[in-house]
Antibody
Framework: QVQLVQSGTEVKKPGASVKVSCKASGYTFIDFAIIWVRQAPGQGLEWMGRISTYNSKTDYAQNVQGRVTMTTDTSTNTVYMELRSLRSDDTAVYYC????????????WGQGTLVTVSS | DIQMTQSPSSLSASEGDRVTITCRASRVIRNDVAWFQQKPGKAPKRLIFAASSLQSGVPSRFSGRGSGTEFTLTISSLQPDDFATYYCLQYNSYFWTFGQGTKVEIK
């Protein structure tokens, strides 16, 4: 079965970096892009960016561009999202998801990773 | 960036009610809109893609319409399992954007 399994909870200090992993299984990894979405406590969803697992092409949201890097490892079917220079307003649950734009049968999300930024 | 203005931000409704949520885009985005349902503590679930295509396994009481700048999600007869928060997402431009969300509560 298709699964996305994310790495565990992180607690970081302001200015530090965090790297969240998203391991895919159960489908052909390079067939679909991966998107990252975050949700601050009590707030709405925020799109962070996407990465092609086929050619590693990335697009990032303006408000994190310059601080975020998304990468893929096709040997382990894993996508990584690194966020640098963390601030308190980066505290959120971070989700990865398969993006299948026109596929009615593909809607899979990771379980979410809580990242807390606090001094 | 394209802004997605979602309304209402919340609504109270009863089981069996017809509910409509609207998203307006700040410019024309063809039909590049998806709708998601999210329950507390859970990942979002895609209901609709390409403005009106139903995701497999989603009940037919959910429907999406629209093209250009105005999009709607309708629940034809609200069921207990439908009380949740709903978000639209535009994926037309380089930068994708979610609407602010609509919380559907029990009246």
């Amino acid at each position: 079965q298709v699964q996305l399994v994310q790495s565990g909870t992180e607690v970081k200090k302001p200015g530090a970096s965090v790297k969240v992993s998203c391991k895919a299984s159960g489908y052909t990894f390079i067939d679909f892009a991966i998107i990252w979405v975050r949700q601050a406590p009590g707030q709405g969803l925020e799109w962070m960016g996407r990465i092609s697992t086929y050619n590693s092409k990335t697009d990032y949201a303006q408000n994190v561009q310059g601080r975020v890097t998304m990468t893929t490892d096709t040997s382990t079917n894993t996508v990584y999202m690194e966020l640098r220079s963390l601030r308190s307003d980066d505290t959120a649950v971070y989700y990865c998801a398969i993006w299948a734009a026109e596929d009615a049968y593909f809607d899979y999300w990771g379980q979410g990773t809580l990242v807390t930024v606090s001094s | 960036d394209i802004q997605m203005t979602q309304s209402p931000s919340s609504l109270s409704a009863s089981e069996g009610d017809r509910v409509t949520i609207t998203c307006r885009a700040s410019r024309v985005i063809r039909n590049d809109v998806a709708w998601f349902q999210q329950k507390p503590g859970k990942a979002p679930k895609r209901l609709i893609f390409a403005a009106s295509s139903l995701q497999s396994g989603v009940p037919s009481r959910f429907s999406g319409r629209g093209s250009g700048t105005e999009f709607t999600l309708t629940i034809s007869s609200l069921q207990p399992d439908d009380f949740a928060t709903y978000y639209c997402l535009q994926y037309n431009s380089y930068f994708w954007t979610f609407g602010q969300g609509t919380k559907v509560e029990i009246k």
